[in-house]
């Protein structure tokens, strides 16, 4: 992938690179039109697909993109704007840039107080809550993909990317999703559904109370089986003072059967 950023995608100009990932390349930009300043995501299909493969990805990507331009929620990024750049022909998203530090960025220092973490994690629930009504799985929740605002509140990115990615990866005969965070039956390839994301919060909320991850091996296919058939310590067992409440609640969010965890 090219290291020299572009001037300019479709109206927004380009500032500067704030990440690079699977999917593509990440930049600080100013919409021409609007003077605002967003993040811009650009995606690329992959070069190994086929060219009906590339056009089933890219209208599931612009598909999922518009449907989740419509969750209005404050604890939701919002996306301003999907297309394509005729030039370079990239799709990208224009979404909400939000100062602050990722949720991951934010556990680097350290485990949150549980009352913190508890109050993050409903907040961030909530959306999904809402995203789970209009038949919007993220598919990949985890502390990189949650933004924290100045003020400390939380943001959820990269819903609409997680289908069509996945979609792109099943195709490549990979497994979708960041390994010590999927669910069970995403592990196991499944169709997921809200629960997935369930478990995918329980993680998030063990990590930041404790300061480790549930589930991790030394490979993607060890942290596989961990997740499948093994039991993590309860969060107290590792942090003196937790209140059970937060023991029984990461214990419901992590069960195996989906049936069993929170609706």
Not at 39 to 58: C, I, N, Q
Not at 64 to 81: F, K
Not at 244 to 263: H, S
Request: glycine fraction near 8%; proline fraction near 5%; aromatic fraction near 6%.
């Amino acid at each position: 992938m090219n290291s020299t950023p572009p001037a300019q995608i479709g109206k927004y100009r380009i500032e500067r690179e704030l990440g690079r990932g699977t999917m593509g390349v990440v930049y600080q930009a100013k919409d021409t039109t609007l003077g605002r300043t967003v993040a811009l995501k650009t995606f690329g299909a992959s070069a190994a697909m086929a060219a009906h493969e590339r056009e089933a990805f890219e209208q599931r990507f612009l598909s999922e993109a518009r449907i989740s331009a419509t969750l209005d929620d404050e604890h939701v990024v919002g996306v301003y704007d999907v297309g394509r750049d005729f030039e370079s022909g990239l799709l990208f998203m224009a979404l909400e840039f939000v100062r602050g530090e990722t949720l991951a960025e934010r556990i680097g220092r350290g485990p949150l107080p549980w009352r913190d973490a508890a109050r993050v994690v409903a907040k961030v629930a909530r959306a999904l809550d809402l995203a789970h009504r209009n038949r919007i799985v993220h598919r990949d929740i985890k502390p990189a993909n949650i933004m924290m605002t100045a003020n400390g509140e939380p943001k959820i990115m990269d819903f609409g990317i997680a289908k069509a990615a996945a979609a792109q990866l099943t195709m490549a005969g990979q497994v979708f999703g960041t390994p010590a965070y999927m669910s069970p039956e995403q592990a196991s390839g499944e169709t997921v559904d809200g629960r997935s994301d369930v478990f995918s919060l329980g993680c998030v909320l063990y990590e930041l109370v404790t300061g480790v991850r549930p589930f991790e091996g030394p490979n993607m296919a060890a942290t596989i089986t961990k997740i499948l058939h093994e039991e993590p310590k309860a969060p107290a067992a590792l942090v003196a003072g937790l209140p059970a409440a937060v023991n029984e609640i990461v214990a419901r969010a992590l069960r195996k059967n989906r049936d069993m965890r929170y609706r």
